[in-house]
């Protein structure tokens, strides 16, 4: 089980990537942010913020302990088999569900392959990777907080973030979050799913920071 390249694969990817990123960070505007984050999309990357960087992190190094622990308890399984030489169902399920762990895991380290990081946003009222939105869905339908993410789906650092337990996720990979790009409060953006035509209102916009 050689889960140690995995992590060493997912981690390294993207340093190269790391200083460019910082340095022109630091001056642009949320519209020249938003070109370059369109362009990454354009190119297949998955632009991304550092806490879902860590959630990546966290994933690959969860799967690298559960690996090592199958990996031991193989090992036991195998010996005692050889002892009473009985046919070993426990060693074969463990090996099954050692390959469904792996293939997890290399999933993981495809999707890191294709990240760039993107530090907190500026301040703006434009809609950008790491924006803290209100929205509605409907004219009718109550006011929904959301975030625009690159991949996290999850709200595992909700609270490290200052995040409410209820904020709805919206990915830069769907159909609304690349179109809610660069929108402004007022805005009727209109979206697409499953070639049907949506539209959403964005009501206000925030800028993600970390906390202190």
Not at 177 to 193: E, K, M, Q, T
């Amino acid at each position: 089980m050689q889960t140690g390249k995995i992590v060493k694969l997912g981690t390294l990817f993207y340093n190269s990537f790391m200083s460019f990123e910082q340095s022109s960070a630091k001056f642009e505007s949320i519209q020249q942010r938003n070109i370059r984050i369109a362009a990454d999309l354009d190119a297949g990357m998955l632009p991304i913020l550092p806490f879902e960087l860590s959630i990546l992190e966290r994933q690959l190094n969860a799967i690298k302990n559960e690996q090592d622990e199958m990996g031991k308890e193989l090992g036991e399984v195998n010996h005692q088999s050889s002892e009473t030489w009985h046919d070993n169902f426990a060693a074969n399920q463990i090996e099954w569900h050692s390959k469904v762990v792996s293939a997890r895991g290399r999933r993981i380290v495809e999707t890191i392959h294709r990240v760039v990081e993107h530090s907190f946003p500026p301040e703006g009222d434009e809609v950008t990777l790491g924006s803290v939105i209100k929205l509605r869905f409907k004219d009718s339908a109550p006011v929904e907080d959301a975030i625009l993410t690159g991949t996290a789906r999850e709200l595992e650092t909700s609270t490290e973030l200052g995040l409410p337990d209820d904020l709805l996720f919206v990915s830069l990979q769907s159909p609304i979050g690349r179109s809610l790009l660069g929108a402004r409060p007022g805005d009727i953006v209109p979206y697409d799913v499953n070639g049907s035509p949506r539209t959403v209102e964005l009501i206000s916009v925030q800028q993600l920071r970390p906390l202190e």
